[in-house]
Structures are given as structure tokens and as C-alpha cells.
């Protein structure tokens, strides 16, 4: 039988304090009387602690029950309030129970005096009232390490994926793309070979930012996708178009740092493109304040992007373990829209 844990500490708290609050307990029942004889003494002290024991791991199931009522921190009062209630009015019959026993075992000569058993039960009412807020206070802090513990790997999850992105996104591949396509524009063009080179220069550099950077205004991220689309449009062509249209009070929100580059490169990834079909990426605000990244849809084979990783899903499932408002992919015939929340502090757990 699993017994009932209000916190990890639960019965190392009831080991400690067992004995000293039964001899206390049965002082007050029997004053002087119990340190007359050693057997009154053991037998009264065995009596109570079984009882005790039994009491609190009652108090203890009905302190879970309330717990899994009232889950959230502002219900602590009412939670804190019938826990104790609760605990008074058991404590009432526990008493009522050890103190008829002392007084029906004959070798106690034991009678129950109404003064005692107010005392007694006054006493174990403020017992009650401490081991509730102490119970209360190492909950809390249990959570509260919890919660450090739980940052802590996703911290490290996020460092981890953040690394395995950034080999994604200084692949080889891209790179020798980008110098191929910088190696045209020389022959061709040595101006446009300039402004190439300018914006691969603002896209490398944003890519390899320090790692404590992982959030971005929404302006950073624009100016930064700029520079992106300037490289995709030279190697495309007219088979990629795009268009940004952003209010001015929009630009300081924040978001994760790439989320808009981890969007365009699985659109690329994910559909093939074309002078007669080109791969249309739109991005703006909704009226909600929320960001949207829409495209069309012309998928490639399952065998083109079989070997792909999916950074757009591992985005989503950061967005889901840290909390935020989830991100949402909507398939509509033709199109994909994606709809990001903003972070408006940085006071969050992706730092």
C-alpha cells in the first residue's frame, strides 16, 4: 500500500517528532503519574505513538486530497484552512481515544480529568498548526527545487539543440552554395558581388552571436532574415519571393533568435520551387499580436526530405516544455500558415 506524501519529508519529519510529541501527549494526560512506574511510562508512550502514527498519516491523506484540490497558489489560504479544520477535529477524537485507554488499563489507575484534556488538546492543536505551515513551507520549497531542476535541463536541452542547429545552419552545404553564388556575381556583377558579400558577412555574424543571446527583438530577427532572403533570392532567382509587412510597435517584441530562419529553411526544405510556381513566404503580425510566417505549398517527395531534420517540430516542442503560448501550424489547401506568440519579457525560461 503506497502511503500518502504531501512532500518528500513527510515521514522523516513524523519520525523525529513522534516520540517527543507522545511522551509530551501523555504528560499532559497523566502528569507526574507517568514517570512512576516504568511499565505505565513504556505502555503509555508505545500506546500514543501508535496512535499518533496512524493520526498523521490520516492528516497526511487528507492534506494530499486538499493538495490535488486546490492546485494553484492563489487557493493556498483555503487549502491551509480546511487542512487545518480537519486536523483540529481529529485531534479531538484521537485524544478522546488515548485518553480512554489510560483510563481502562488497570495497572495506569488512570481518570480522565476534563483540565488535562483541554491542555492536551489545545497543545496538539498548535502541533497541528506548525506541521502544517512547516509541511506547507518544504512543499513549496520542494517545488520550488523542481522547477530549478526542470530549468536547468532545459537550459541545457536548449544549449544542445541550439548547437545541433547552428552545425545545421553553418552547414557546408549552404556555405559552398553562398561561395558559389558569390563566385558567379564576381565574373558578372562586382558591385552585386559586394552587397553579397555584405549580407552573408550580417548573416554569419548574426548566426554565430554568443550563446547567452537567446532572445531577439523582432526587429534583429527581421534585419537578420533580410540578409537571408538577399542570399536565397541570388541563388533562386525569381523561384523565391517574399513579403514583409510590419508595423513599427511590433518591433520590439521578442522571440527565440533564428525562429524566422528555422521557418524559412524548412519551407525550402519541405517544397520545390520554380520561375513558373515560385515559393511565396509572407511574413507580418495578426490582430492578435501574434507573428505569422504563411507560404505556399508544393511538397517534394518523401525521399528529398526524408533525411531532414525536423527543427520547425523541435521548435515547437521547446515552445510546449518551457510553457509559452504553443506555436500553431495550419494546412490549408495550398498554403501553411504559422503563427508564433511573442515573448514580451526576457524575464522567461528560455534565459
Not at 258 to 281: C, F, G, W, Y
Request: hydrophobic share 45%; aromatic share 14%; charged share 20%.
Amino acid at each position: 500500500m503506497k502511503l500518502p506524501k504531501y512532500t518528500g519529508k513527510d515521514y522523516y519529519v513524523l519520525a523525529l517528532v513522534l516520540i517527543p510529541i507522545s511522551v509530551a501527549l501523555s504528560y499532559a494526560a497523566m502528569g507526574k503519574a507517568l514517570f512512576a512506574d516504568f511499565r505505565v511510562f513504556l505502555t503509555a508512550i508505545l500506546l500514543s505513538s501508535v496512535i499518533l502514527a496512524i493520526y498523521f498519516m490520516c492528516c497526511g491523506w487528507w492534506a494530499v486530497l486538499m493538495k490535488q484540490r486546490f492546485v494553484h497558489e492563489s487557493d493556498t489560504g483555503k487549502k491551509l484552512f480546511f487542512m487545518i479544520v480537519a486536523f483540529l477535529m481529529m485531534s479531538g477524537f484521537v485524544l478522546l481515544l488515548i485518553f480512554n485507554l489510560f483510563e481502562n488499563i488497570p495497572f495506569f489507575n488512570y481518570k480522565i480529568e476534563q483540565s488535562r484534556f483541554i491542555w492536551a488538546y489545545i497543545g496538539l492543536g498548535f502541533v497541528n498548526i506548525f506541521l502544517s505551515f512547516l509541511f506547507e513551507g518544504i512543499s513549496r520549497f520542494e517545488e520550488w527545487k523542481a522547477n530549478l531542476r526542470r530549468k536547468e535541463q532545459l537550459q541545457l536541452h536548449f544549449q544542445q539543440s541550439q548547437l545541433q542547429g547552428l552545425k545545421s545552419q553553418v552547414s557546408p552545404h549552404f556555405l559552398f552554395n553562398s561561395l558559389n553564388s558569390l563566385s558567379s556575381l564576381i565574373e558578372e556583377d562586382t558591385e552585386a558581388a559586394e552587397r553579397f558579400l555584405d549580407e552573408m558577412s550580417k548573416v554569419y555574424r548574426y548566426m554565430l552571436r554568443p550563446e547567452d543571446e537567446q532572445l531577439a527583438t523582432l526587429k534583429k530577427e527581421i534585419q537578420f532574415i533580410e540578409s537571408y532572403f538577399h542570399l536565397l533570392k541570388v541563388r533562386f532567382g525569381e523561384s523565391l519571393q517574399t513579403n514583409i509587412r510590419l508595423a513599427p510597435e511590433h518591433l520590439d517584441y521578442m522571440l527565440p533568435s533564428l525562429t524566422l530562419q528555422t521557418i524559412v529553411e524548412d519551407a525550402i526544405r519541405q517544397n520545390t520551387m520554380s520561375k513558373n510556381q515560385p515559393l511565396v513566404i509572407e511574413i507580418g503580425v495578426a490582430e492578435e499580436g501574434i507573428l505569422f510566417v504563411r507560404h505556399n505549398t508544393n511538397p517534394k517527395t518523401r525521399s528529398e526530405v526524408a533525411d531532414q531534420e525536423g527543427r520547425l517540430e523541435e521548435m515547437i516542442s521547446r515552445y510546449q516544455q518551457l510553457q509559452e503560448p504553443v506555436i500553431t501550424v495550419r494546412e490549408e489547401y495550398g498554403s501553411r500558415t504559422i503563427s508564433i506568440p511573442f515573448i514580451n519579457t526576457i524575464e522567461t525560461a528560455w534565459k
